[in-house]
Protein backbone atom coordinates (compact mmCIF):
# COMPACT_ATOMS: atom_id res chain seq x y z
CA UNK A 1 0.00 0.00 0.00
CA UNK A 2 1.25 3.73 -1.19
CA UNK A 3 1.96 5.60 2.16
CA UNK A 4 1.81 9.48 2.06
CA UNK A 5 3.87 11.72 3.93
CA UNK A 6 1.74 13.44 6.13
CA UNK A 7 3.45 17.17 5.90
CA UNK A 8 2.72 18.60 9.04
CA UNK A 9 2.19 22.49 8.95
CA UNK A 10 3.73 23.27 12.10
CA UNK A 11 6.12 25.95 11.76
CA UNK A 12 6.07 26.97 8.09
CA UNK A 13 3.05 28.96 7.46
CA UNK A 14 4.60 31.87 6.02
CA UNK A 15 3.04 35.33 7.13
CA UNK A 16 3.78 38.42 4.67
CA UNK A 17 3.87 41.25 5.65
CA UNK A 18 3.95 43.87 3.01
CA UNK A 19 4.26 48.05 3.27
CA UNK A 20 5.11 49.82 0.18
CA UNK A 21 8.42 47.91 -0.40
CA UNK A 22 8.74 46.23 2.84
CA UNK A 23 8.11 42.60 2.81
CA UNK A 24 8.62 39.72 5.68
CA UNK A 25 8.65 36.07 5.21
CA UNK A 26 8.58 34.20 8.07
CA UNK A 27 5.86 33.24 11.28
CA UNK A 28 6.17 36.14 13.85
CA UNK A 29 7.09 34.15 16.54
CA UNK A 30 9.71 33.08 19.64
CA UNK A 31 12.86 31.59 18.07
CA UNK A 32 11.66 32.51 14.49
CA UNK A 33 14.04 34.02 12.03
CA UNK A 34 12.55 36.38 9.57
CA UNK A 35 13.46 37.07 5.93
CA UNK A 36 13.51 40.53 4.82
CA UNK A 37 13.35 42.87 2.15
CA UNK A 38 13.39 46.70 1.86
CA UNK A 39 15.02 47.32 -1.79
CA UNK A 40 18.62 47.91 -2.34
CA UNK A 41 19.58 51.25 -0.01
CA UNK A 42 17.25 50.46 2.67
CA UNK A 43 18.62 51.18 6.50
CA UNK A 44 16.85 49.10 9.02
CA UNK A 45 16.74 48.51 12.53
CA UNK A 46 14.72 46.88 14.97
CA UNK A 47 14.19 47.80 18.67
CA UNK A 48 16.24 50.77 17.59
CA UNK A 49 19.11 48.43 16.75
CA UNK A 50 20.69 48.55 13.36
CA UNK A 51 19.83 45.60 10.88
CA UNK A 52 22.60 45.23 8.19
CA UNK A 53 20.92 44.90 4.83
CA UNK A 54 22.65 43.60 1.75
CA UNK A 55 23.22 45.23 -1.48
CA UNK A 56 20.08 43.82 -3.56
CA UNK A 57 18.22 45.21 -0.92
CA UNK A 58 17.66 41.59 1.58
CA UNK A 59 18.09 41.49 5.82
CA UNK A 60 16.85 38.88 8.11
CA UNK A 61 15.63 38.99 11.72
CA UNK A 62 15.43 36.60 14.29
CA UNK A 63 13.75 36.61 17.77
CA UNK A 64 15.34 34.29 20.87
CA UNK A 65 13.21 31.81 22.67
CA UNK A 66 11.52 34.50 25.23
CA UNK A 67 11.21 37.12 22.93
CA UNK A 68 9.01 40.10 24.06
CA UNK A 69 6.10 40.29 22.87
CA UNK A 70 5.59 43.43 21.09
CA UNK A 71 9.16 44.36 18.40
CA UNK A 72 9.49 47.84 16.40
CA UNK A 73 10.97 47.58 13.02
CA UNK A 74 12.11 51.06 11.38
CA UNK A 75 12.69 51.16 7.62
CA UNK A 76 14.09 54.24 5.51
CA UNK A 77 13.67 53.33 2.26
CA UNK A 78 15.93 54.89 -0.64
CA UNK A 79 13.78 56.98 -1.58
CA UNK A 80 13.80 58.28 1.68
CA UNK A 81 10.18 57.67 3.15
CA UNK A 82 9.97 55.88 6.65
CA UNK A 83 7.98 52.73 7.29
CA UNK A 84 7.40 51.94 11.15
CA UNK A 85 5.78 48.19 11.76
CA UNK A 86 4.98 47.04 14.88
CA UNK A 87 5.60 43.36 15.45
CA UNK A 88 3.43 40.87 17.11
CA UNK A 89 5.17 37.99 18.63
CA UNK A 90 3.26 34.90 19.05
CA UNK A 91 4.58 33.45 22.55
CA UNK A 92 5.39 29.56 22.00
CA UNK A 93 4.96 27.30 25.41
CA UNK A 94 7.70 25.11 25.83
CA UNK A 95 8.19 21.45 26.97
CA UNK A 96 10.40 19.76 29.47
CA UNK A 97 13.48 17.35 28.54
CA UNK A 98 15.02 15.23 31.10
CA UNK A 99 17.86 13.90 30.57
CA UNK A 100 19.24 10.68 32.40
CA UNK A 101 22.04 7.80 32.06
CA UNK A 102 25.28 10.32 31.40
CA UNK A 103 28.20 9.54 32.94
CA UNK A 104 28.41 11.69 36.36
CA UNK A 105 31.92 13.76 35.39
CA UNK A 106 29.32 14.96 32.57
CA UNK A 107 26.28 15.88 34.87
CA UNK A 108 28.77 17.36 37.12
CA UNK A 109 32.34 18.29 35.88
CA UNK A 110 35.47 18.54 38.25
CA UNK A 111 36.65 22.12 37.82
CA UNK A 112 39.54 21.71 35.93
CA UNK A 113 37.16 20.55 32.87
CA UNK A 114 34.07 22.74 33.54
CA UNK A 115 36.92 25.71 33.21
CA UNK A 116 37.88 23.95 29.77
CA UNK A 117 34.05 22.92 28.42
CA UNK A 118 34.10 27.36 29.50
CA UNK A 119 36.67 28.11 27.05
CA UNK A 120 34.80 25.81 24.37
CA UNK A 121 31.64 27.18 24.88
CA UNK A 122 33.09 30.63 24.66
CA UNK A 123 34.98 29.73 20.87
CA UNK A 124 31.96 28.53 19.64
CA UNK A 125 30.34 31.62 20.38
CA UNK A 126 32.51 33.75 19.14
CA UNK A 127 32.76 31.65 15.38
CA UNK A 128 28.95 32.12 15.83
CA UNK A 129 29.86 36.08 16.29
CA UNK A 130 31.36 36.30 12.57
CA UNK A 131 29.57 38.51 10.01
CA UNK A 132 30.62 37.22 6.74
CA UNK A 133 29.07 39.53 3.57
CA UNK A 134 28.32 35.90 2.47
CA UNK A 135 24.18 36.18 1.24
CA UNK A 136 23.85 32.68 1.57
CA UNK A 137 21.01 33.96 4.26
CA UNK A 138 18.97 34.40 1.50
CA UNK A 139 18.36 30.89 0.77
CA UNK A 140 16.48 28.90 2.98
CA UNK A 141 17.94 26.11 5.53
CA UNK A 142 17.93 22.44 4.11
CA UNK A 143 17.75 19.82 7.51
CA UNK A 144 21.44 18.80 7.57
CA UNK A 145 20.50 14.96 8.25
CA UNK A 146 16.77 13.22 8.01
CA UNK A 147 16.09 10.98 10.41
CA UNK A 148 14.08 11.39 13.86
CA UNK A 149 13.80 14.56 15.63
CA UNK A 150 14.08 13.74 19.73
CA UNK A 151 14.79 16.97 20.86
CA UNK A 152 13.30 20.68 20.12
CA UNK A 153 14.45 23.50 20.52
CA UNK A 154 13.45 25.70 24.00
CA UNK A 155 12.67 22.75 26.11
CA UNK A 156 13.73 23.13 29.89
CA UNK A 157 16.56 20.67 30.37
CA UNK A 158 17.15 18.61 33.68
CA UNK A 159 20.17 16.36 33.78
CA UNK A 160 19.68 13.76 35.78
CA UNK A 161 17.04 16.10 37.61
CA UNK A 162 19.11 19.05 37.58
CA UNK A 163 17.32 22.14 36.33
CA UNK A 164 20.05 23.26 33.13
CA UNK A 165 19.48 26.25 30.45
CA UNK A 166 16.85 25.61 28.14
CA UNK A 167 17.71 23.64 25.22
CA UNK A 168 18.14 25.81 22.38
CA UNK A 169 18.65 23.82 19.68
CA UNK A 170 17.07 20.32 17.61
CA UNK A 171 18.60 17.21 17.90
CA UNK A 172 17.90 14.66 15.39
CA UNK A 173 18.82 10.54 15.94
CA UNK A 174 20.11 8.73 12.83
CA UNK A 175 22.58 5.94 12.50
CA UNK A 176 26.16 6.59 13.23
CA UNK A 177 27.85 7.39 10.30
CA UNK A 178 25.14 9.08 8.43
CA UNK A 179 26.45 12.27 6.74
CA UNK A 180 25.48 15.70 7.66
CA UNK A 181 25.39 18.30 5.77
CA UNK A 182 25.59 22.22 5.39
CA UNK A 183 22.30 23.89 6.32
CA UNK A 184 23.06 26.29 3.85
CA UNK A 185 26.05 27.79 2.05
CA UNK A 186 28.58 29.60 3.79
CA UNK A 187 32.00 29.99 5.44
CA UNK A 188 33.25 27.42 8.34
CA UNK A 189 33.96 29.47 11.24
CA UNK A 190 34.63 26.42 13.77
CA UNK A 191 36.01 22.93 12.86
CA UNK A 192 37.13 21.34 16.52
CA UNK A 193 37.38 17.61 17.03
CA UNK A 194 37.39 18.02 20.96
CA UNK A 195 35.33 20.30 23.00
CA UNK A 196 33.79 18.75 26.16
CA UNK A 197 30.32 18.84 25.57
CA UNK A 198 29.93 19.31 21.97
CA UNK A 199 31.82 16.71 21.01
CA UNK A 200 33.20 17.20 16.92
CA UNK A 201 31.75 20.53 16.10
CA UNK A 202 31.09 22.55 13.07
CA UNK A 203 29.84 26.34 13.01
CA UNK A 204 29.32 27.65 9.76
CA UNK A 205 28.31 31.16 8.76
CA UNK A 206 25.88 32.07 6.16
CA UNK A 207 26.36 35.50 6.41
CA UNK A 208 24.96 39.12 7.88
CA UNK A 209 25.26 37.48 11.32
CA UNK A 210 23.52 34.25 10.54
CA UNK A 211 25.49 30.83 11.68
CA UNK A 212 24.46 27.33 12.03
CA UNK A 213 26.22 24.72 14.44
CA UNK A 214 26.49 21.26 14.15
CA UNK A 215 27.96 18.76 17.10
CA UNK A 216 28.13 15.33 18.06
CA UNK A 217 30.14 14.55 14.78
CA UNK A 218 32.08 11.68 14.71
CA UNK A 219 34.20 12.52 11.81
CA UNK A 220 34.60 16.40 10.61
CA UNK A 221 34.88 16.80 6.56
CA UNK A 222 35.72 20.17 6.58
CA UNK A 223 38.35 22.93 7.97
CA UNK A 224 38.10 26.31 9.29
CA UNK A 225 37.60 28.94 6.74
CA UNK A 226 36.90 26.39 3.97
CA UNK A 227 33.77 27.53 1.75
CA UNK A 228 30.73 25.02 1.24
CA UNK A 229 28.21 24.49 -0.46
CA UNK A 230 24.29 23.82 1.01
CA UNK A 231 24.22 20.27 1.40
CA UNK A 232 27.47 19.20 1.37
CA UNK A 233 28.80 16.70 3.68
CA UNK A 234 30.42 17.98 6.67
CA UNK A 235 30.98 15.65 8.83
CA UNK A 236 29.52 11.99 10.09
CA UNK A 237 26.95 11.94 12.90
CA UNK A 238 28.40 10.30 15.99
CA UNK A 239 28.24 10.68 19.69
CA UNK A 240 30.94 12.50 20.48
CA UNK A 241 30.91 14.81 23.00
CA UNK A 242 27.91 15.39 26.07
CA UNK A 243 25.44 12.68 24.24
CA UNK A 244 23.33 9.50 25.22
CA UNK A 245 23.17 8.38 21.83
CA UNK A 246 23.89 9.07 17.84
CA UNK A 247 22.13 12.10 17.25
CA UNK A 248 23.03 15.64 15.64
CA UNK A 249 22.56 18.93 18.26
CA UNK A 250 21.47 21.87 15.37
CA UNK A 251 21.50 24.79 16.30
CA UNK A 252 20.65 28.34 14.63
CA UNK A 253 22.43 31.43 15.63
CA UNK A 254 21.31 35.12 14.56
CA UNK A 255 23.15 38.17 16.19
CA UNK A 256 23.96 37.01 19.75
CA UNK A 257 20.29 34.75 19.86
CA UNK A 258 19.75 31.44 19.11
CA UNK A 259 16.59 30.65 16.99
CA UNK A 260 14.87 27.27 16.37
CA UNK A 261 16.22 25.50 13.72
CA UNK A 262 13.07 23.74 12.98
CA UNK A 263 11.19 27.07 12.38
CA UNK A 264 13.73 27.77 9.17
CA UNK A 265 13.84 24.57 7.86
CA UNK A 266 10.09 23.64 7.72
CA UNK A 267 8.83 19.87 8.54
CA UNK A 268 10.93 17.28 8.60
CA UNK A 269 10.64 15.18 4.78
CA UNK A 270 9.04 11.14 5.68
CA UNK A 271 13.09 9.63 5.97
CA UNK A 272 10.70 6.49 4.37
CA UNK A 273 10.92 8.25 0.99
CA UNK A 274 14.22 9.42 1.14
CA UNK A 275 16.27 6.44 1.51
CA UNK A 276 17.91 7.17 -1.86
CA UNK A 277 18.55 10.32 -1.13
CA UNK A 278 21.00 9.47 1.45
CA UNK A 279 24.77 9.35 0.75
CA UNK A 280 26.07 5.92 2.00
CA UNK A 281 28.72 7.14 4.96
CA UNK A 282 31.77 5.90 4.04
ZN1 LIG B 1 20.56 18.86 21.70
Known amino acids: MRRFAVVAVLCSIAAAAVARNLTLDGTLTQGALIRGFAGPGARVTLDGRPVRVAPDGHFILGFGCDAPPRASLDVI ?8 RVLDIVRRHYGVRRV ?3 PPAEVTPPPETAARARRETAEID ?6 SDSVAFAAPLEW ?3 GTITGVYGSQTFLHGQPRQPHLGVDVTAPAGTPVKAADAGIVSLAESGPFFAGGAVVIDHGYGLSTLYVHLQHIAVRLGDRVTQGQIIGDLG ?13 LFWNGI ?12 DSANLVHDQTPPK
Do not use: K
Request: proline residues 11%; hydrophobic residues 40%; charged residues 20%.
Open 126 to 131: QAFGRQ
Open 258 to 269: RLDPALAVGPMP
Open 239 to 251: VTGRATGPNLHWE
Open 77 to 84: LRDGSRVH
Open 144 to 146: PVI
Open 100 to 102: ENL
